[in-house]
């Protein structure tokens, strides 16, 4: 089902973070996994002539993640809101949670309801 491309023999560390990506029904991470470098440390094969010629000068762009998927490179933005935003959008998550609460238990008739 999946290929196998290689063997790890150092960095145990990065396999234990893709092991512990967040993945759907499927198995497929939310964030996309790139491998950004590699070192070969035993390469039993010659290398054909002209292969150094043929390889990328840079990275190639990181092309969109589509269906629902964040790109590797993808951070939360709760950074660059200010802490009075976060703090009001905290309060008012929690308070919905609670008024959802009381409408489960039958203390409060409705969620939605605001006083008059």
């Known amino acids: 089902r999946h290929t196998i491309f290689g063997e790890v023999a150092e960095g145990f560390d990065a396999l234990t973070r893709i092991n512990e990506a967040y993945c759907d029904d499927e198995g497929r991470p939310?964030?996309?996994?790139?491998?950004?470098?590699?070192?070969?440390?035993?390469d039993p094969f010659e290398d054909p002539p002209?292969?150094?010629d043929h390889g990328p000068v840079e990275h190639p762009?990181?092309?969109?993640a589509g269906g629902g998927r964040?790109?590797?490179d993808w951070q939360p933005t709760e950074e660059a809101r200010p802490a009075e935003e976060i703090e009001k959008s905290v309060r008012k998550t929690e308070a919905q949670s609670r008024a959802v609460v009381l409408e489960m238990i039958g203390d409060l008739p409705d969620a939605e309801a605001r006083p008059d």
Do not use: H
Not at 30 to 42: F, M
Not at 61 to 64: I, V
């Open 30 to 42: 939310w964030q996309n996994i790139r491998i950004k470098q590699t070192v070969v440390l035993d």
């Open 70 to 72: 964040l790109e590797d």
């Open 61 to 64: 762009a990181s092309a969109d």
């Open 50 to 52: 002209g292969l150094a």
